[in-house]
């Protein structure tokens, strides 16, 4: 009989590549509203790598809390890849972590626009030495849009711990 290495979730694979490089991670979310924190507490033994994120849901809070520029919001927008790049930056410095997961955009059902369409969401993922931001349009009802989002939000966290 053969022996099947346990599966684990997403979630609990970017905790455990955390606890491997004995990391701190944070979240700066905005459209997701906690979703991608929600799915890292999940995984028992978080609290290890996982001790603050920060839901800047106005612009105002993205300034104050996570030190986005007045002139990327004016310039960019609160949804734009500039956005979701300082995001990531602020609370990784804010709350002292060496990774962090942002996400910005568009969950609907209005708030869009030709140039900003519903479903259109910023994610970023910054890891010692590298920032990423991945721009994605999503299709669904704002619940969709949100776990969609909180999904590839992981995903990119867990393939930049990989190297």
């Known amino acids: 009989m053969l022996c099947k290495e346990k599966e684990f979730s997403l979630e609990e694979r970017v905790v455990s590549k955390l606890k491997k490089k004995n990391w701190m991670i944070t979240t700066a979310e905005s459209c997701t509203g906690g979703l991608i924190g929600a799915a890292l507490v999940n995984v028992a033994g978080a609290s290890s790598v ?13 300034e104050v809390l996570l030190g986005v520029k007045k002139s990327t919001l004016g310039r960019y927008t609160a949804v734009s890849e500039q956005t979701a790049a300082e995001m990531a930056a602020g609370a990784a410095a804010r709350a002292g972590a060496q990774v962090a997961i942002a996400s910005t955009g568009i969950a609907g059902p209005g708030g869009g626009s030709e140039e900003q369409p519903v479903g259109l969401v910023f994610l970023s993922c910054q890891v010692p030495g590298e920032t990423r931001v991945e721009r994605y349009l999503f299709q669904g009802d704002r619940m969709s849009v949100r776990q969609q989002a909180t999904i590839k939000a992981l995903e990119m966290a867990d393939q930049m711990l990989e190297s």
């Open 50 to 62: 996982y001790s603050q994120g920060f839901i800047t849901y106005s612009d105002e809070a993205k």
